[in-house]
Nanobody, 123 residues
Framework: QAQLVESGGGLVQAGGSLRLSCATS????????MGWFRQTPGKEREFVAA????????DSADSVKGRCTISRDNAKNTMYLQMNSLRPEDTAVYYC????????????????WGQGTQVTVSS
């Protein structure tokens, strides 16, 4: 059964950094394009960043561009999100997701999702 497990969330002060990880199992990791999304209560799931199957192409939301870096290690079946200069508005539950067929900013096209990891940024 396909499984994605996020880790690395926590409480951090504004200006701090966190590195999120998404460990996967199931089909060959390198077959998938991957994405990070985040969600706060009462709001829709928001695109954060995406990476293609090889890691050669990435995309990120304007709200995190220059502060967050998405990467992957296909040998370890793991994707990462390095987040720097964190702001209180980055507070959310962060989810990783995977799909076949290209990077996308639309959460509806991703098939498999993790359970999420909470990121809280204090001011």
């Amino acid at each position: 059964q396909a499984q994605l497990v996020e880790s690395g969330g926590g409480l951090v002060q504004a200006g701090g950094s966190l590195r999120l990880s998404c460990a996967t199992s199931g089909r060959t990791f390198s077959a998938y394009d991957m994405g990070w999304f985040r969600q706060t209560p009462g709001k829709e799931r928001e695109f954060v960043a995406a990476i293609n199957w090889s890691g050669g192409r990435t995309d990120s939301a304007d709200s995190v561009k220059g502060r967050c870096t998405i990467s992957r290690d296909n040998a370890k079946n793991t994707m990462y999100l390095q987040m720097n200069s964190l702001r209180p508005e980055d507070t959310a539950v962060y989810y990783c997701a995977r799909r076949v067929g290209g990077m996308s900013r639309a959460p509806d096209v991703y098939r498999d999702w993790g359970q999420g990891t909470q990121v809280t940024v204090s001011s």
